[in-house]
DNA sequence: CTGAAAGCGCTAACAG
DNA sequence: CTGTTAGCGCTTTCAG
């Protein structure tokens, strides 16, 4: 098939307004439903906009009303489903009110995210939606000077630069060590990624190592994989920990996807769960329901997350923070 | 803190040329490096832009060059990795030439799709991206009447719009099954999600059906659940499947996710694998690569996808089908 | 209830 | 190499 590609041209207000011998202005207020005119002037217009097969340029709307409907994500990962999650959440809010999602991703690199946020930028949105709280001083200035709004999302451990949606790391990480310890483990270790990078994650464990503390208890060991969180990191990181410290009775893992190695592992080498090695995460994907254990674990609301954000932009909301929680799944691997 | 967030006024490219004085096509040209202009005037230009904090507006640029640089991505789901794997193969690409993607998200709802186009065709993009060949009448008419490229993701099994990048679902089906004939399997099963919104998925189900009766043999019986696929739903269907069929000995599932739960319901219940009961899903998903067992599956280039198919658009090639074809991995479960 | 006219901020000829 | 001048297609006063 070939088709030609060269621009077409493009049936635009006026040819509409022509042909349904009404001023331009009128068929923008019928077409956005703003403003009066009369049912048969409504019924000309609506012939029109059929018979020429109409599609309003919103480019050129945006610019002359100065208000876009573009919601920009910059997000770091699409490695896993968690971020995809927040994007459907917010994704249903968005449709039903007219705005478009617009996203790139960050790789968890605070300098791309920065360029990635100024390029967003350019298209005007009414709201840019980041991970996180850590950012850097260009990306937290360009952001201030654009005007727009600013969501930071699936964290609440620090100060908004304008709203912010998620659940706290910190408290995560806090009940996992005060959940295994109440559990009698003892000799607790913890396989994790690069934690500079995500810096959530490195939150919870910052947290799982308070509670430890106040409970009396350290650390036993740790594993630090670099590169992004994986179950394939997840296993190599259990198998690398196990060499080194034999005794641990239960492990952290800095999310699901890791944890479900770290399971994995276990069920290969025949170590059994828990009572032999006990095995925390974090995320409370739906696959860890289904395991033959299902997975102990911290469930967050992701998609929820998605769908407030959204919907704080959609109503212009007040500056503010929302704290959605989470809640512990016992399971029974730890 | 408190912020005024009324759209503050932004700096103008009339601004800057008038900070550096020079005139505004100057500044357009420096800024877009397109045109010739002197070093000094350059550098002019761009302190004024560094002074000014000029933040150039895409949408006006867009506006007056008619050529946009969205890229629109109508996906059926977020729900798995399949989607953000193509989403963020694409990006990379995408973003390294200085365009923007843009996403909804259909459910698989053939309407949906429809509506959600054509809201994005309102955005004037380079280029829409759309899930398989299966859409209303209303969705190919907007789009072939749009104008802008089109590129049909993850399919190749059919007559593309425009362009098209995937591999083929059909022979996927047709070579899993081959497989499993030649491993031995006689007495083989199916659990499946819905296959009516999902085509991708019926076309594998029907090139598999089609290599059983090639192989002298028939598909022994199968569970189709409603809904999604889930590993939750996998590992259902297999339960169910077996208490009406407890003699297969193979089951092919629609998908990893499907496989997966089947999987795990066998460890749970101590079925065997492959003796007592093979497994064989699709995707290639990473997960199943550190399984106890590897799953046995078909490998499909997802990521790939995404940047082929962004690639084209890039370079607006000619309209063309690209098939990027898949791999079997033998695994270990069949 | 409706139309005319003035932009929105930028790019693209076209002269110089 | 650079400035001037028309628009891009729509929304928004502002009169009528």
Redesign the interface.
């Known amino acids: ?3 030609e ?1 060269k ?2 041209t ?1 049936v635009t207000l006026a040819e509409v307004a022509e042909a349904a011998g009404v001023g331009e202005s009128t068929v923008s207020r019928v077409l956005r439903n703003h403003g009066s005119f009369s049912d048969k002037t409504r019924e000309r217009v609506m012939a029109a906009v059929e018979r020429l ?1 109409y ?6 709307g ?2 002359a009303s ?3 409907r ?1 919601v920009a994500f910059v997000v770091p990962s ?4 968690v ?3 927040v ?2 959440g917010a ?2 809010i ?2 039903e009110n ?1 705005y ?6 960050s790789d968890y690199d605070p300098h791309k995210e920065e360029a ?1 946020t ?7 949105p009414a709201a840019v939606m980041v991970a996180g709280y850590e950012h850097t001083d260009g990306t937290i200035k ?1 952001l201030r ?3 727009c ?1 600013i969501v930071e999302l699936l964290d609440v451990d620090g ?2 630069l ?1 709203m912010a949606v998620g659940f706290s790391n910190r408290a995560a990480g806090r009940q996992s060590a005060a959940f295994l310890l109440k559990r009698g483990y003892r000799r607790i270790g913890y396989v994790g990624h690069d934690l500079n990078r995500d810096t959530r994650a490195g939150k919870r464990f910052s947290g799982f190592c308070e509670a430890l503390a106040a409970g009396d208890a350290t650390l036993a060991d740790r594993e630090i994989l670099a590169g992004a969180s ?3 990191n997840g ?1 190599l990181g259990l198998e690398q920990l196990l060499a080194r410290s034999a005794d641990l009775d239960a492990v952290y893992f800095s999310n699901d996807d890791m944890a ?2 770290g399971y ?1 592992h276990c ?2 080498r025949g170590i059994s769960i828990p009572s032999q090695l006990a095995i925390f995460g974090y995320n409370g994907l ?2 860890g ?4 254990q299902p997975l102990s674990t911290i469930r967050t609301p992701r998609v929820e997350t998605g769908k407030v954000a959204a919907q704080l932009v959609v109503n ?1 909301s007040p ?1 503010q923070v929302v704290d959605l929680g989470f809640e512990l799944i016992e399971g029974a691997t730890a």
Chains 1, 2 share one sequence.
């Open positions: 098939m070939t088709v590609f621009h077409q493009t097969g599609v309003p340029n919103r480019i050129a945006t610019l100065n208000g876009s573009l699409l490695s896993n489903i971020f995809p999650d994007l459907r994704s249903t968005l449709e007219r478009q999602a617009v996203f790139s991703v990635l100024a390029a967003m930028l350019a298209w005007r360009r000077a654009s005007g709004r100060d908004a304008d994986s179950v394939e296993r479900l190695g994995f069920l290969a739906d696959i329901r289904v395991t033959p212009n500056s």
